[in-house]
């Protein structure tokens, strides 16, 4: 057998993308302008919601929807549920909005929060609950939105890695009050860097505009300025004293606009999106349905009837008992030609930077479980079947090759270093 290289993402640029940008480079505005408009138009008609507004990254488009919250009495200090497993960013964003992140623990088979946790969770200062789609897989959105409603909560959905994802016939990034995406390069929607957070409350709206933009006081959807034909804006001065809305400044913001290059990108992306999206979920479907062999061993997601898991990749766990280490299968996989990266950290236990907050490693057992034991694997459109069928073969290889008398290696050292920190 050939050896292949299955490398973790890709990026597609299309040839409409590249001549947007030849465009756009030689009317010399590449800063926030038509095409990230047009990027968003089109972002929000997929999902079908009204409002979609393009930022820097994704981390800016969970902190930004979550900031939304400062216009609604939220205090800095205040409460965000996240679940403990995702890409740090999660966390992370909590914080920049100017929150505390209260973690609750995942579930096993799906890998997002358990629902069962949240109420416990629950304090008077709490005011929004941020599940993760983790791997594309929605979170048990029904059970969220229950929870939230029932304590007057808001809930963003971080869709990151969920593009395409559908929970009960409707897509992820439209099952919320906000959804946070991020269209980073190994995205399926991708805008190089980037990321964009959906809504249908237009107020919303026109608050993450004015976030992304140093907190100023335009409120139009559609700004008129940075085009190549105009440069007066009627609506900018207003008032007796003629104030300049533009360099007003209603709340505390940031400075996190796409810009055009990335949105001619993004534009260009989502010409071939459906074309891309069956191909990686042909490839995701192709290894999930033939995973059982690997058992008892490892295990890995499901697509149940109610979903359409967003393909972004294919998660691996190690199951308890095995006889190789996490360090033993990725070695393997990396040796064949598969790129693995390693399925996140339980934040606030296995994440050094959340130390702080005190909490205790042992509190977020399975999450804690997949910082040890969890990787994921590429299924971008750059790879098909034949792909996916290499990689169950070097899956069974290496599961053939490691007998029970296989040594585990030691956990990584800098598990004793949070423990030594939160203790
Ligand atoms: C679950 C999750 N949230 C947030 C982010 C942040 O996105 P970005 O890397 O674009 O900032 C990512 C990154 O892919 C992610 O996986």
Redesign the pocket.
Known sequence: MHKRQIPFGTITITESAKRLIVESLETKRISCGKLVREFENRFAGLLGVKEAVAVS???DA?TLALAVLHDFGARRGDEVIVPAL??V??GNAVLHAGFTPVFVDIERETLNIDPAGIEAAITPRTRAIMP?H?MGKPAEMDTINAIAKKHGLLVVE?A??AHGALYKGKPAGSLADLAAF?T?VA?IITTG???VITTNNEQYGEILRSLRSHGRNCTCKHCIMNTDTVTYCAKRFRGEGGEDVRFTFDRIGYSCKMNELEAAIGIGAMEVYHEILKKRHDNLLYVLERFDRFAPWLSTIKEEAHEQIGPHAIPIIINEGAPFSRADLTHYLEQNGIETRTLFASMPTQCPGFAYLGYRLGQFPNAEYMGLNGIHIGVHQDVGIEDMEYVLTILGQFLQNSGPDGSSRPQRSWMRTVQACAS
């Open positions: 990254t994704g981390t969970d995702s890409f960013a999660t993760v983790l971080d990151a890695e991020s980073y995205h860097e980037g990321g």
